[in-house]
């Protein structure tokens, strides 16, 4: 391998500009290169026909980010990481461009579906498993997008008018926790961050390479650098993809002095460094997995992310019970169960069917189509469809939203389903008492028209190929759901902060400032449709014997969850802190710890959680830097935000930061 001194200037311009669309520049062969693909929940790659058409090649679609994090086991996220490493593997792929950890602001956010939490410390622990899948199998990732990338609405110029203070605790954690995993490069995001181009933001990139100690290498999103020349002195390493013109004003720009060797060699070095790192990292890696055991894990992981978000005795579902199943997403396209954009998958199973997984599991199954996704799609054989709900035992609507509603370069344009779904779910439902709602889309959605006229409803969410198999256990109880939302579902938009705050003429200004999600929906008291980190279970749990036990700079938490029921199950515990008397402003509580457990019929487990001093910090705009008050703080364990089963108090008295 070269070091950046054996290089010429020319050559060293050339390396921070990329090769194409996918690859690093290697000079003809003369340098080692990598190559790069989409994307976070399956491999998007392209290739060329016979008679020259440009066609996706089919691979493993993985359930959505959003699923994941619903998963909450870091497990599943290793797992995930693991599977895609190895589709790399196959296709010669050096670095996947994920995982995205942009924070849910804004439940609209067109690309919610491909992050992971309205929480930075859910979103930054999964990403931080999921980056170690992957690079502990040979393959880098590109942790996207940095940032403060929380809309897709003219993204490539609007501004996110952010304090530091809300960057530090909100916008950049997940970042900092992923970082621990050590991604071997990071990916800038389109958007400004007050005011300049996320492409030369050197401030964010200091923090991200003297605090949170990155030392990959950075890339810009495609076609997000506007001024090569400021984004090289920022520490932007590789523009992508290759844009001649830039090229070109480069090369002008270093002729007239304006960029120094220090910059240009600083870039070119972590380039270098970067190929090095990655070609080092696959030594030795091979393939340990067929397909098929890869998309049976991409099924495992959909049914621990599927989320039982209401259950009025209907699930599980009866043996042999009839079952009328309606919608179109129960036979759904890949499109209706996924997200559009470079996240996009082409997939290798061909077919979902939903009715056919149900009949294969010992129901009397009937299916009508009868509305397809939006409202152009009329509620076709309503008739048909209503007086067959009204003879099953049990009717079950499948809705949702898609690639036509969710998706990259825009946002959502209303929290609610299409009218014609909502429909379909208000006239079945009146026909039968019994009905159960599953829900396939990539985000929260605004339950209110319809949610009281159902006795459940089944989260789906874009569960990927594996999503017929995996709901179809669900409803007849040969999976236990143990999902839980990585995202509040308000009631509707009005309630939402994000959607109340200032954004007009390129500026978004993010006034609702730690405000985000339950934080802000715990501090005001404000009533949600399912709160973050709720999901229900076919067995139920008991809570007992807290103690928070403080020892140098770590409080260690323990407690006991019982399974009081007769069914085996898996619970997901949620630690919150909240400090009792601050200084000053805090959100009600915040989420600092969780673990998922399994736990046996009438068995009894002891969970222990450790929170390190930074669980009760906040970053002090009086002095640069995170502090621990000394005082009271409450350590809250729940079964979701709104559940809190035990409390404890512990006295800090000492600033350990
Ligand atoms: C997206 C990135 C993606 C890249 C390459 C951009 O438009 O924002 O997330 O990795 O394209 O496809």
């Given at each position: 391998m070269k070091t950046v001194k054996e290089l010429s200037t020319e050559e060293k311009l050339r390396l921070i500009c990329g090769k194409g669309r996918w690859h690093t520049e290697d000079f003809g062969g003369k340098l080692p290169n990598v190559m790069v693909a989409d994307g976070p929940m399956g491999l998007r790659m392209e290739r060329y026909t016979e008679d020259g058409k440009r066609e996706a090649i089919p691979a493993v679609a993985y359930p959505a980010i959003q699923l994941l994090a619903n998963t909450w086991s870091t497990e599943c996220a290793q797992q995930m990481g693991k599977c895609l490493a190895e589709d790399c593997l196959e296709r010669g792929v050096d670095i996947l461009l994920a995982p995205g950890v942009n924070i849910k602001r804004d439940p609209l956010n067109g690309r919610n579906f491909e992050y992971f939490s309205e929480d930075p410390y859910l979103a930054g622990t999964m990403a931080e498993n999921y980056i170690d899948g992957l690079q502990s199998h040979g393959v880098g990732v590109c942790l996207k997008h940095f940032c403060a990338n929380n809309s897709e609405y003219d993204r490539l110029h609007q501004t996110s008018d952010v304090d530091e203070r809300t960057l530090r605790e909100i916008y950049y954690v997940p970042f900092e926790i992923a970082c621990k995993a050590k991604p071997v490069s990071v990916m800038c995001s389109y958007n400004r961050v007050n005011g300049t181009y996320a492409a030369e933001y050197k401030k964010g990139f200091d923090a991200l390479r003297g605090d949170f100690g990155f030392d990959g290498a950075i890339f810009s999103d495609w076609d997000a650098v506007r001024d090569r020349t400021a984004s090289a002195k920022a520490g932007l390493d590789i523009e992508m993809p290759f844009n001649e013109k830039n090229y070109e004003k480069l090369v002008a720009d270093y002729r007239a002095g304006k960029l120094s060797d220090e910059e240009l060699d600083a870039c070119a070095e972590r380039v270098l460094h970067l190929v090095a790192r990655c070609k080092e990292m696959r030594k030795g890696k091979t393939v340990s997995s067929t397909e098929k055991e890869r998309r049976r894990e991409a099924k495992r992981i959909a049914s621990e992310g599927i989320v039982l978000l209401k259950n009025e005795g209907v699930l599980p579902l009866a043996k042999g019970q009839s079952v009328f199943v309606c919608g179109s997403f129960a036979k759904a396209s890949p499109g209706q169960l996924r997200g559009g954009g470079s996240a996009c998958v082409r997939w290798v199973k061909e077919k979902f069917d939903l009715p056919e997984e149900l009949s294969a599991r010992g129901f009397a199954v009937d299916y009508e189509k009868?509305?397809?996704?939006?409202?152009?799609?009329?509620?076709?054989?309503a008739r048909t469809a209503v007086l067959k709900a009204g003879r099953s035992d049990v009717n079950v609507v499948c809705v949702g939203t898609g690639d036509g509603i969710e998706y990259e370069d825009g946002d959502r344009k209303t929290l609610r389903l299409p009218a014609v779904q909502e429909r379909a779910i208000l006239d079945t439902a009146a026909q039968n008492p019994n009905t159960v709602v599953v829900l396939f889309a990539g985000s929260a959605i605004d339950v209110s028209a319809w949610v009281d006229r159902v006795k459940a409803v089944v989260y789906a969410g874009f569960t990927g190929e594996g999503g017929d198999e995996a709901i179809a256990d669900i409803l007849a109880g040969i999976t236990v759901p143990s999902g839980k939302l990585s995202e509040t579902f308000p009631r509707s938009l009005q309630d939402v902060p994000a959607a109340n705050t200032y954004k007009r003429a390129g500026v978004t200004r993010y006034q609702d400032g730690l405000d985000v999600g339950y934080r802000y929906y715990d501090t005001y008291g404000v009533p949600v449709a399912f709160p973050f980190g709720h999901g229900l279970s076919y067995a139920s749990f008991a809570y007992s014997g807290l103690r928070a036990v403080r020892k140098g700079d770590t409080v260690t938490v323990t407690f006991e969850i019982e399974n009081t029921s007769k069914t085996a199950g898996k619970e997901v515990a949620q630690v919150y802190v909240r400090e009792c008397a601050p200084l000053v402003y805090r959100p009600f509580k915040e989420l600092k710890g969780y673990a998922k457990a399994a736990i046996g019929a009438g068995e009894k487990k002891t969970v222990r959680i450790e929170l390190p001093m930074r669980a009760f910090a906040h970053w002090s705009a009086a002095s640069d830097a995170w502090e621990v008050t000394e005082g009271d703080y409450e350590i809250l364990v729940g079964s979701s935000s709104a559940d809190i089963r035990l409390r404890a108090k512990i006295t800090l008295t000492e600033q350990q930061l």
């Open positions: 009868a509305f397809l996704i939006n409202d152009t799609g009329a509620w076709q054989n």
